[in-house]
Every structure is written in structure tokens, then in C-alpha cells.
């Protein structure tokens, strides 16, 4: 409560205590949104195979929802600035209201709702189990939260289901501002780690990228049931998650200790890498090509089945 330390910290945090206070005035009711939008449309109309695909790839948000809840609390516990605390509490009452909505409208879409691939459930656990401020942030703010708002925007592009696509927007808005809690705090947090701290964040990135790439896989022929267009996402994903990373470089234009941002110079080798494995819709695809997704689409259900089995 010192003056000093208050006109400080004023400064300095300003746009973390700005984030609560926006997240104040932007709340929405969950009930009275997802109501409304079933009433304006009638229900959910879809046939049961794109039900399903639905529930495939939203259960994966409503568990990603209910971590992301876990771990915001956490943060608002451990987090030592009260600016930071304010943006991270702001997030937990986000994040509840996400979770109720999500499992809402899978309620009604009438079908069974599907576990957790091993993927996703190896990220969050070891999200959720890390004692480690420095992971949270990371994962969760800025690399979960990055995927989270390529999907909702993909969902809305495609225009799978008019309630899903109306709904997207208002989660989108919320998971922006829950990236920016870990643009502006992780900084500080990064500027103490040593060579081997920060070797290990770097590679613990690279293991949830890498995961979240196989689950996309494993789940691909949901996404192209719905007309939602992997190849596309993937490269928009690329992108946000750049600016975003890039957001925490110095004014000196350094990288922050421990975070991959990757080189503009190398985007040839992220497009031909999506190209192969996630080819864009209508595309000309020759017979080893196919041959290798399938090598691939197996892998990708082994790994899932491993993964179940060591949880």
C-alpha cells in the first residue's frame, strides 16, 4: 500500500488492471445468450453425423474450458501483483461461464458427448498439475488460449450450425483478452530464468505444439465433416500464435528467454508441412501423398490409445 510502490505499479501494470476492468463491462449472461440464440434458430437442426462431429470437437473445448477455469484460479492465487491477480480473477469468471455454456448447448445436442482424446488430456493435466507460473502462463495463456480463438473463428468462417456460429464471437472476445494476462505479465517471469530453465520452457512448448498437432490430426475427419478447413486454420493459427509471441519481444526487438517465436524466414517449411499432412479442400492429392496421411491418421489413433493407457 506504499505510494511509491502503488504510482510504480500503476504504471507499469495499467493494462493488466485495465483487462478486469474491460472484462467487467464486456460480461455477457451465458443462459440468456445461448437461449436467445436457440430461440431465434429454431433449436439445433443438423443430421446426426455432423451431431456427432460437433461433439467430437466441442468436447474438447468443454474440457479445455474447465482446465482453463482450474488454472486461472491458480493463477489468481499465486500471481503477487494485484494487477495481475485482478486480470487473472477476471478470467476465472470468464472461463466458469464458458464451461456452462459449452456443456449446455452439447447438451442439447442430443448425443452422447465423447472422453477426452489422450492428447488434450496430457496437455492439460500437466497444465493443471505444474506448479511452475512460467508454464501456466505460457501454456495455457498464450498457446491454448491461441488454438481456443483459431477454432471458434474457424467454426464461425465455416458457418457449421447458425447458434454455434453466433456463440463463437462472444467466447473469442473473452480468450483475447485472457492472452493479453500473458503478453504483458510472462515477460517479467521469463527475465529471471537461467539457460537451463529457459532450455526446458522451450522445450516443453515444442512438446504441447506437437501434441496439439496430433490431436488435430486424430480428429480430422470430424473437422471435414463439418467443412471446416484444417489447412487454413493451421496457417491462421501459425500466425496469431507469432503475433502473439512476438508481442513480449524487448524494444531492442530480442526474444524473450524460453519462448520459441519462430522465424518469418522459415514459413516455407511450416506451409509445406500443412500442405502435406492437412491438404487444403479440393486439392489434388497423389496416391503417396494419401499414403502417407493414412501412415499418419494411424499413428495419430495408436498415440491416442498409448496415451489413454498411461493416464
Known amino acids: 500500500m506504499r505510494r511509491d510502490y502503488l504510482a510504480e505499479a500503476e504504471k507499469k501494470y495499467a493494462k493488466l488492471e485495465r483487462l478486469y476492468h474491460v472484462g467487467a463491462r464486456q460480461a455477457w449472461d451465458g443462459k440468456q445468450v445461448l437461449g436467445d440464440l436457440i430461440k431465434k434458430h429454431g433449436g439445433i437442426r443438423l443430421e446426426p453425423a455432423k451431431k456427432r462431429a460437433l461433439a467430437e470437437i466441442f468436447s474438447t473445448i468443454l474440457w479445455g474450458e474447465l482446465a482453463a477455469w482450474s488454472i486461472s484460479a491458480d493463477l489468481a492465487l499465486q500471481l503477487e501483483d494485484t494487477e495481475a491477480k485482478m486480470a487473472a480473477t477476471s478470467q476465472v469468471f470468464d472461463e466458469a461461464r464458458h464451461f456452462y455454456v459449452m456443456r449446455d448447448y452439447l447438451l442439447q445436442l442430443d448425443c452422447e ?55 463463437m464471437p462472444y467466447f473469442e472476445r473473452d480468450e483475447a483478452r485472457h492472452v493479453g494476462l500473458g503478453v504483458l505479465y510472462l515477460p517479467k517471469l521469463l527475465a529471471t530464468l537461467g539457460p537451463i530453465e529457459a532450455a526446458r520452457l522451450k522445450l516443453q512448448q515444442l512438446k504441447i505444439v506437437t501434441l496439439i498437432g496430433w490431436g488435430t490430426h486424430l480428429k480430422k475427419r470430424h473437422f471435414e465433416t463439418l467443412g471446416i478447413d484444417n489447412n487454413d486454420g493451421f496457417r491462421r493459427g501459425l500466425r496469431l500464435n507469432r503475433e502473439v509471441l512476438m508481442g513480449m519481444r524487448s524494444a531492442e526487438g530480442e526474444d524473450p528467454p524460453g519462448v520459441l517465436v519462430g522465424d518469418p524466414r522459415l514459413d516455407f517449411v511450416n506451409d509445406w508441412a500443412i500442405d502435406l499432412f492437412f491438404p487444403r479442400f479440393g486439392a489434388v492429392v497423389p496416391g503417396w501423398q494419401r499414403a502417407v496421411i493414412g501412415v499418419v491418421d494411424n499413428l495419430s489413433r495408436v498415440g491416442d490409445r498409448a496415451l489413454r493407457l498411461a493416464a
Not at 507460473?133 to 498464450?142: E, F, H, R, T, Y
Not at 488460449?145 to 473463428?153: G, M, N, P, W
Open 113 to 167: 458427448i465423447p472422453p477426452l482424446d489422450g492428447y488434450t488430456h496430457t496437455v492439460l493435466t500437466e497444465l493443471l498439475d505444474t506448479d511452475r507460473l512460467v508454464d501456466k502462463l505460457l501454456g495455457m495463456q498464450l498457446i491454448v488460449e491461441s488454438v481456443a480463438v483459431t477454432l471458434f473463428r474457424s467454426v464461425a468462417k465455416a458457418g457449421v450450425e447458425p447458434v454455434i456460429s453466433e456463440l
